[in-house]
């Protein structure tokens, strides 16, 4: 499959069986995270996988994973992270999005199904995960396989905003 092919085919999966991500797929993933480009090349981030049944649990009292049998979670390391000289703003979370990002596709390209969770509560899963200060946590990749009917890749025509109106040429 192309890219395009695998963006449009993927979808923020909500069910998922019980069957163990296998290791080899777990290790490209992670390894799509490994080759993804961070701002001057720093990696400011790190990744805890979570497949056992303890640590998924742990991680239910942060964050709903809807019942995933693996979660990354991607955490940013603040001492690390390039900043702009220009304004100061630090790329900690795009170097985490880009890896999460990465990890996404390779999941769907695998035939997984992925979601990717920001909604979760950071104090609790760093206690969970006793995560030291310099390490944030940024999001959560909950990766399975999909229990149900996938959505379908054409849906995009009508759920986002036509391309004329995400893109201009220019000017504004």
Known sequence: MNFLDIAKSRYSVRNYTNQPVEDEKLQKILTAAHVAPTAANLQPVHIIAVQEADGLSRISKAANIYHAPLALIVCTDKTKAWERPFDGMRTTDIDASILTDHMMMEAADLGLGSVWICYFKPDVLKKEFQLPEHLEPVNIL????????PASPDRHSSTRIPLEELVSYERL
């Open 142 to 149: 909950a990766v399975g396989y999909a229990d149900g009917v």
